[in-house]
């Protein structure tokens, strides 16, 4: 993979940042990530978008424009020569050249990578469907770090993950402050019930997939809202899947050690995992 960090190109094992950075010391940074696929960015528009609403949130600014930044994100890509990659733009606060504990005093960093593509799911798990299990943590309150930012607070997260290990689960799913499902490590959870889909609302990152799979709801004329999935909600689906950059649109077919529904991929998902691989090559999409 190839970064790009302070004006230079460098091979990703050059790219390296202080320990004093505070996006190391204190999860103080926002990122995004996109997919190229056969050389072609997907909804780089609306990862920007995302991005940059994180950093006018947590008061960040980069000396770039987006145009700059898309430019950049190119040259990642160009550079590793990889036709399918994960490129990632961070903003960290960066630190203070005096040791100052003030953020304003602090220089925001930039830095850009692009590697190569490496799905979440393997073919195996994406045929069968995976196995999740619910943990009992509580996911980051839009009450202390709001969790529509992009950001690196991932202790709840990882902490869900060794619950779901422990019970057998291949990923987890954390919960909202209300006891309802929120998400999972990295990706979004849809139920299908009766034709219609619904994911949380609230206290979830806005994924891009998320987004994706409204708009080909919509295409499609399948009903698609957001609102509370308590976990009978989840228990009691037709179709469980779940939604990410790094995997697409993945099913679920187990949820906690039981099968949802006969346990097999649904129509649903299928037809919506069909359709958004299709719409990688829909110059309207990238
Ligand atoms: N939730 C969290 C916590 C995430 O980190 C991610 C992806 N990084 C998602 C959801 C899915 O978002 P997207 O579809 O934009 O990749």
């Known amino acids: 993979g190839v970064a790009y960090m302070d004006g230079q190109y460098l091979p990703m094992s050059e790219a390296k940042i202080s320990v004093l950075d505070w996006g190391f010391l204190h999860s103080d940074a926002t990122y995004d990530t996109v997919h190229v696929w056969e050389g072609r960015f997907f909804r780089l528009d609306l990862h920007l978008d995302r991005f940059w609403g994180g950093m006018q949130r947590l008061r960040m600014k980069i000396p770039y424009s987006r145009e700059q930044v898309t430019d950049i994100l190119h040259n990642c890509v160009a550079l590793s020569g ?50 999740v299990s619910v943990s009992e943590i509580v996911r980051i309150s839009p009450k202390s770090v709001d969790p529509e930012v992009k950001n690196y607070h991932w202790l709840d997260l990882v902490k869900g993950l060794f619950d779901a290990y422990d019970a057998g689960g291949e990923t987890a799913l954390v919960l909202d402050e209300n006891g309802n499902i929120a998400e999972g490590p990295g990706f979004n959870v849809f139920v299908v019930k009766d034709g219609g889909l619904r994911t949380p609302a609230f206290g979830v990152l806005p994924g891009i997939t998320r987004r994706s799979v409204f708009d080909l709801a919509a295409e499609i004329n399948l009903k698609a809202v957001a609102e509370d999935v308590s976990r009978s909600d989840l228990s009691g689906a037709d179709e469980v899947f779940i939604t990410s950059t790094a995997g697409g649109i993945m099913p679920v077919t187990k949820v906690d050690g039981t099968p949802i529904s006969d346990g097999s991929v649904g129509p649903v998902t299928r037809r919506l995992m069909d359709h958004y691989w299709k719409k990688h090559s829909d110059p309207a999409w990238s």
């Open 82 to 131: 990889h036709k399918s990659a994960y490129v990632e733009m961070i903003c960290t606060r960066g630190g203070s050249p005096t040791f100052s504990r003030d953020p304003r005093q602090s220089e925001n960093r930039f830095i850009a990578f692009a590697v190569p593509f490496g799905s979440v799911a393997n073919k195996e798990q994406l045929e069968r469907g995976l196995h």
